[in-house]
């Protein structure tokens, strides 16, 4: 029996891999079968959720302690890209802002963070694991996880097989230098494989493409209009608008979400309806809101905690997936912040508004939902005028009415997108990174 391990620590993972075709692609080879390290405080969510025969579970404690704090420093020092020029000036407090003068970008100073990086990070969590299951390959799905760089380091000192993966699109610009390389990096389009190329060094010769293995799934709704509609409480009769909040995390003081829907709400026709779907990790101030009667709300994910405010424990099912298939696939719209949804309304081909304003006051930039839109992996959306940014009240108002009335407005910058992000549409991505997996279990 050939053993892989996979991470799965980012709250994303257990859908866009886990729930992905991936692991029947695997197991169906009959000699495999697949560990998958996960957080402690979540085993019983994915024993529930992804176990099978073929399949274990294993919980990892959280660790982390201030070394990582400072390797992770240290990496996100070596990079100097748009992204994190803002990301030092807003959430890093300028922290960093000096030391990437010195080594951001530099390939000598990339070598000696790493050298460094190798002999501070701790090892000591998955040795035992490691002697347990003696696994051929490793999958990290997360390399710029906390939890994966440990266990890649340690991997690797064992001569274990490392296969590593970029999680999202915006990774390799705004989360630092990839601290440990794996033997193989994984991603999803050209634009990442050049990133990791151009910005972290990496040899093109160690880097696949093999597309977004989540929209395998993605053919269609997978239920009636009917169905999805009595789950989310909506009218089947009535079309209606998908909004997509940015949340709390990223808006200090957010009351931008609140007014976005409040400013909706009364423009849509007297027709429609308004579905705010919101973030499955985060939580969206709705203080003192009162909800006008065509809006309704869509919390996906499942709750962990025992604190019902502590979302970012919050893990997405196969069914939250479906649910969201059956709402881009049934909504005339989408309007969002600065999100991943856009990608995935673009898959349905789905008009996209962004939000590029602040709602009813002005902020300075570093405060402002603006500043999003400056980071690097929104300037190919961007530029492709598959979305449109509204900057204002009226532009807002306006995009709406137009893209209401015609849908099939900008359907050729949404197929760009499409083209640029998703590799293929073709359901066999997950196919092609099980295969790259399998390749090194040979």
Known sequence: MKT????????????????????????????????????????????????????????????LNRRDAFLRYLALASLNTKSLAIKRRTEMRGMG???????????????????????????????????????????????????????????????????????????????????????????????????????????????????????????????????????????PAKPFVLYAPTGDRYLAENQVDQEIIKIIAPSLPASHQLLVRLPPADSVNLKDFSTPANVFFDRPGRQLARDPNLFRLNELTREDDDHLRDTLAFCDLVIAGPSTIIIDAAVFDKPVILIGFDGAKTTPYYQSIRRYYDYDHFQPVLKNRGVRLAKSVGELKEWLAKYIKEPALDQAGRAKIREEQCLKLDGQSSQRLAETLLSFLA
């Open 97 to 235: 802002s000096w030391l990437v003068k010195f080594i951001g970008n530099r390939p000598r100073a990339r070598s000696i963070i790493r050298r460094l990086d190798n002999w501070l990070t701790p090892r000591e969590r998955f040795g035992s694991l490691l002697d347990r299951y003696q696994p051929r390959l490793i999958f990290s799905t997360d390399v710029q996880n906390e939890n994966d760089i440990r266990f890649i380091r340690e991997a690797k000192d064992r001569g274990i097989t490392v296969a590593g993966m970029v999680r999202s699109w915006d990774n390799l610009t705004a989360k630092g230098l990839i601290r440990a390389i794996p033997d193989i990096l994984i991603v999803n389009n050209e634009i990442i494989k050049r990133e990791a190329v151009e910005l972290h060094g990496i040899p093109e010769s160690r880097i696949r493409v093999v597309g977004i293995p989540h929209y395998d799934r993605y053919t269609g709704p997978a239920h009636s209009r009917e169905e999805f509609s009595r789950q989310a409480g909506l009218d």
């Open 4 to 63: 892989i391990f996979i991470t799965s620590f980012h709250v994303l993972i257990s859908r866009n891999i886990l729930a992905a075709p991936l692991l029947g692609e695997l197991l169906n080879q009959g000699n495999v079968r697949a560990v998958l390290l996960v957080p402690e405080r979540k085993r019983q969510f994915f024993e529930q959720e992804f176990g099978r025969p073929g399949v274990i579970i294993e919980g990892v404690p959280r660790m």
